[in-house]
């Protein structure tokens, strides 16, 4: 089946949606992203990533476009269409296409946004092998930008960080800065001493993960203690359990950092625990 997908208000076969080779995301990575879950052909907390797309726009001086109110309809659109029954939607909003590459930004009233979405089929999210077995991850330097809070599409770093920890036998890396971890390459991160949940609390240095929220708040639901603050990888290698949360991966065990196993080597009831109450929690209140 040909994937329909969202192109500036055209519903449109995949293989004739284009961009201009001027839009903005091409030339300057001048974009955000949002990217929803989608699980029972339901959306999983969309409000949340409505808010943090208006805030990123807000952050970037980036109009907000004119379909802004419709996401939720594109969105559902996309996914009935599709036929999506486990997956994501992935939603791109850009600067838009100036006449020229230009470092400055193009006057709004000329040049609008680009919008762009489409879904990504994954039978099977939910029930992940991966988070029976758990991840391994390696730390590696944090040389991102200073702005991690807002949602940009500026994902090299990212990237070469996956690729990093493919290289060396791992699934993931833990990005570490002035000896502290920030998060994952693209999920936050987490480790579980006794009843605490110890994770960076929020700033600019992070991405403020839907997923993170629901999570800690879950977790404080279910009597567990939750503290926000600056880590080591030698304190959370030395936890009894790791995790990572993310829209496209829920809440999933890490089992080993830089080659040392967390507990015994095996996902932890607490994680697994918490990856139950947030598919629960989620489906019941998917729209
Ligand atoms: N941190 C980074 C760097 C990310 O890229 C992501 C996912 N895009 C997250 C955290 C998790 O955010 P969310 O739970 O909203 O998917």
């Known amino acids: 089946m040909t994937r329909t997908v969202y192109v500036n208000g055209e519903y449109l076969p995949e293989n004739e949606a284009t961009v201009s080779i001027f839009d903005r995301a091409f030339l300057m990575a001048d974009g955000v992203y949002e990217v929803t879950s989608v699980l029972g052909g339901k959306l999983i907390d969309f409000d949340g990533h409505a808010k943090r797309l208006e805030r990123s726009l807000t952050e970037l001086d980036m109009p907000k476009p004119e379909a802004f109110d419709e996401l939720l309809d594109i969105h559902r659109k996309l996914v009935e269409i599709n036929e999506i029954d486990e997956g994501m939607v992935y939603l791109q909003v850009t600067r838009g296409a100036a006449a020229d590459r230009d470092f400055v930004f193009p006057d ?52 070469m960080g996956k690729m990093m920890a493919k290289k060396a036998g791992a699934d993931d890396a833990w990005l570490v800065e002035d000896g502290f971890v920030t998060e994952g390459t693209s999920n936050n991160a987490y480790y579980i001493k006794g009843n605490k949940i110890v994770t960076r609390a929020l700033s600019n240095d992070i991405l403020h993960g839907i997923t993170r929220a629901a999570v800690l708040r879950f977790a404080r639901e279910a009597q567990m203690e939750v503290e926000e603050r600056n880590f080591t990888i030698e304190e959370a290698q030395d936890a009894d359990e790791a995790f990572i949360t993310s829209a496209s991966t829920f809440v999933m065990p890490v089992v080993e950092i830089d080659g040392k196993a967390i507990g015994d080597g095996t996902p932890g009831s607490r994680a697994a625990r918490l990856r139950e109450i947030y598919l629960d929690e989620s489906r019941k209140a998917a729209i």
């Open 108 to 159: 709004p009233d000329e040049v609008k946004p680009t919008v762009v979405l489409f879904t990504q089929n994954k039978p099977g999210l939910a029930d992940s092998p991966a988070a029976k077995k758990g991840i391994k991850v390696i730390s590696i330097e944090d040389v991102r930008w200073g702005r991690r809070d807002i949602k940009t599409v500026q994902l090299l770093y990212p990237s």
